[in-house]
């Protein structure tokens, strides 16, 4: 690949609690350098070898185009001291930084869109957490029975061996037609003890493991009773790690149809591919994961793999996969 066929862009950003202020810039880039230092402002973003260290609220992210290919490819980010300093030199003679302000809640608010109705989930999947970003309201469903076969007990991650199959025992069974919001949790076998290590040996190299990891143990070390607080628990924590300010809402009775204003998404987002239901709005978009190099790209797992792979840049990411 040489310099002449290689085109990349790069986009900065530094997330307040309202507002967000976007910096693009394009520019030809020679070589990938080992080590950068970026400064943005009197705030600073570190980038090494070990990885990316950035201010409050900030995420970067590096997307390439090969123009001979016609196609995106993305980039690590060793390479961005080069690229902004370059940039800065070039913006002396024109003004490449275009910057804008963008009201968060008017991006994660779309008035267009009606309310959806969802049933709980466990550690839910990145398809799930998009739904948090693409309606203006959310509601969880308390008042349904509890269905075998769903994600509302368990979850998948990224492992060494490949996708990972986490489910949280019940006790009495399955529970099935029993009230979601009385199934109860089975501690008989020491399931905490091994989500957790499976969580930890997963992502324990992970780029923001030591940044979540530790808020996330301490779930496995309280025991819940019911399976639906525990879900609503781990819910409320991931939208405040995405630094999503949206509200759980909780039916209060179980309605067969839905008003127009409210699309129904009960059961549409299933392990079981006959149970499935295509969503034209989603779309699982890269980004670099553990095992990758083994596995390749594994689309839509757990939005833990999201979190602990992609830190303050997942919310970009999910509210990319919005279509």
């Not at 998948?156 to 037609?177: E, R």
């Not at 309605?255 to 079981?272: F, G, Q, V």
């Amino acid at each position: 690949m040489t310099d002449e066929n290689f085109f990349i862009g790069v986009k900065i950003g530094i997330l307040e609690w309202e507002w967000e202020w976007e910096f693009y810039t394009k520019i030809w880039l020679p070589f990938i350098a080992s080590y950068c230092y970026i400064p943005l402002g009197e705030r600073r973003v570190n980038v090494g070898r070990r990885g990316l260290t950035l201010p409050q609220r900030g995420y970067i992210s590096c997307i390439g185009y090969h123009p001979m290919q016609d196609e995106l490819i993305r980039f690590t980010l060793k390479g961005l001291n080069y690229l902004l300093n370059k940039a800065r030199r070039i913006s002396k003679e024109s003004p490449i930084f275009a910057p804008k302000a963008i009201s968060r809640k008017e991006k994660h608010t779309m008035p267009s869109n009606p309310a959806i109705l969802l049933e709980t989930q466990y550690l839910p999947s990145v398809q799930y957490l998009s739904k948090f970003l693409k309606h203006p309201q959310v509601w969880i469903e308390g008042h349904e029975h509890y269905t075998k076969g769903s994600y509302r007990n368990r979850c998948y991650i990224a492992a060494a061996n490949g996708p990972l199959l986490l489910s949280i025992p019940l006790q009495g069974g399955k529970n099935q037609q029993q009230d979601i919001r009385a199934v109860q949790i089975s501690y008989e076998t020491n399931w905490a003890s091994e989500h957790w290590t499976s969580i930890k040996s997963a992502y324990g190299s992970s780029p923001y493991f030591e940044h979540y990891g530790p808020e996330l143990e301490r779930f496995y070390k309280k025991k819940q009773a019911r399976l639906f607080d525990f879900n609503t628990a781990l819910l409320k924590w991931i939208l405040k790690k995405l630094k999503l300010e949206v509200a759980i809402n909780v039916t209060t009775a179980y309605e067969h149809r839905l008003n127009s204003d409210t699309e129904d998404w009960r059961n549409a987002i299933s392990p079981k591919a006959q149970k499935r239901r295509d969503d034209p709005c989603f779309e699982a978009k890269y980004y670099p994961q553990v095992f990758e190099s083994k596995h390749g790209f594994l689309p839509n797992l757990s939005i833990l793999d999201l979190l602990f792979c992609a830190g303050p840049q997942a919310v970009l990411l999910l509210e990319e996969s919005i279509t």
